[in-house]
């Protein structure tokens, strides 16, 4: 699809369409299949759907002229170069969004969503950024910045006139920022469930050479992804895959293994193993369970976040292996060998996705989720200077809350942080 919006937008389409009505007559918002000609040679390029959208009811807020075309890479950038002949020039990154926020159609919050919604990887990812893009935090903070303004608003006329005590009481203003205090500690846990849910954990297996390792991958990814052998240290550099797990991405590190080298390939691969361990929120130390256990591995990985797993579970079992609490059994020739220990993990996963209470999961960019941060400290301190400081303390406080509150939204941001902001969108968006 092809996207033009500006104010010129349908002059400059007009002379590439042949349609039985004129691009200019087009009723807005309607689908109309209209043939693209090379606009020099008259020539037939494609048959394709064209909609106009007049501002201000369009996605950008201008007039928004769109082209559905047939798919061909070589078409699209054909009929893409006519159209900049004709006055337009690329959009940039994310440009289509900046201007619908710029107009007033969307705020920073919902402009966000968007590239969210774009990197989502798994049908909850997805939820959650459906209900970002609803207005779901913006809506939460706009409630919060109107009773941030009537409290120092309130406190204002408190310190102006304090003999005629028309304002907020104190007892109340405190009992007020105790409650805003709570919502958005709230938030900032259900934002930081919502990051697990939308860039998903990593995993990395590691244990001795030999261990079973490699063949947990393939059975965890349900397919051959990395070489299995009997040959220790086949496996040298860190190979990965995703599953979805409770509907967050899991990312799997297959790693070379935790063993003193025989060669500079395999020492290479090793320090490897250590970086990807050292990425990872959860090892998965894989020992074979039908021989003693490597007690070094056990030892490194102890103060990790670990499920230790006994595989070749097929074979006897060595009695000291036997005795390792919480391991579970693998076995990677067995179809099912494998289900236990996915349990285990969507578990794991799921503690950490989980959705904070009543606030029903929420997803936020980083950008976000530091404000939210950041607003949860200036609320504390307010709650604190309301308590022991002179007012004016607690003003400065909860003025500081504000403006983070009209941050989140975009209200006052500078061209430096849109520019950051939308960088990270794609073309066209
Ligand atoms: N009996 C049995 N052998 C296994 C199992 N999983 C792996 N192996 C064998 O153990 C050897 C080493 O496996 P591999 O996955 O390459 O181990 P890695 O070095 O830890 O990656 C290979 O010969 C595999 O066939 C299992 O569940 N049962
Ligand atoms: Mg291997």
Redesign the pocket.
């Known amino acids: 699809m092809i996207r033009v919006s500006g104010p010129d937008a349908i002059a400059i389409v007009t002379p590439l369409l042949r349609s039985a009505i004129p691009l200019p007559a087009f009723p807005s918002h309607v689908l109309r299949r209209v043939g693209i000609v090379d606009g020099k040679s008259g020539e037939r390029a494609d048959e394709a759907l064209c909609a106009v959208m007049l501002a201000p009811r369009s996605y950008t807020g201008e007039d928004v002229v769109e082209l559905s075309c047939h798919g061909s890479p070589a078409l699209l950038r054909m009929v893409t170069r006519w159209i900049v002949a004709g006055g337009a020039r690329l959009a940039t990154p994310g440009e289509f969004t900046r201007r619908a926020f710029l107009n007033g159609r969307i705020d920073l919050a919902q402009a966000e969503a968007v590239a969210l919604m774009i990197g989502a990887r798994t049908d909850r990812a997805v939820a959650l950024a459906a209900r970002a893009l609803a207005g779901g935090l913006a809506d939460r903070v706009r409630a919060l910045r109107a009773a941030l303004v009537e409290l120092i608003a309130g406190l204002e006329v408190e310190l102006d006139f304090p003999e005629e005590r028309i304002g907020h009481d104190l007892d109340r203003a405190r009992a007020a920022v105790a409650r805003l205090r709570t919502d958005v500690d709230r938030w900032a846990a259900a934002a930081r469930h919502g990051r697990v849910v939308h860039d998903g954990i990593t995993v990395a297996l590691v244990?001795?050479?030999?261990?079973?390792?490699?063949?947990?991958l393939n059975a965890l990814l349900g397919r051959d992804r990395?070489?299995?052998?009997?040959v220790?240290g086949?496996?040298r550099d860190v190979v990965e895959g995703t599953i979805a797990l409770a509907g967050v991405p899991v990312r799997l590190l297959?790693t070379a293994?935790l063993d003193a080298p025989r060669d500079e390939i395999e020492a290479e691969g090793i320090r490897r193993s250590r970086l990807a361990m050292d990425e990872s929120d959860l090892l998965l130390v894989?020992l074979?369970g039908s021989v003693s256990p490597d007690r070094r591995v056990l030892s490194e990985t102890a103060g990790r976040a670990r499920v230790v797993v006994r595989?070749?579970?097929?074979?006897p079992a060595h009695a000291e292996a036997r005795a390792l609490p919480d391991a579970v059994d693998?076995?990677?020739?067995d179809p099912r060998?494998v289900d236990a220990l996915l349990e285990r993990l969507a578990q794991d996963v799921e503690q950490r996705a989980a959705a904070a209470g009543d606030e029903g999961g929420i997803v936020t960019s980083l950008r976000q989720l530091e404000l939210i941060e950041a607003l949860a400290g200036a609320l504390a301190a307010s709650a604190e200077a309301l308590h022991e400081m002179p007012l004016e303390a607690a003003l400065v406080d909860l003025r500081h809350a504000l403006r983070l509150t009209g941050e989140v939204l975009g209200v006052d941001v500078g061209d430096a942080v849109l520019d950051h902001i939308f960088s990270t969108f794609c073309l066209g968006k």
């Open positions: 244990g001795p050479p030999n261990a079973g390792k490699s063949s947990l990395a070489i299995v052998s009997p220790p086949t496996t297959d293994g894989v074979d595989a070749k579970s097929d074979l693998v076995c990677t020739v060998g």
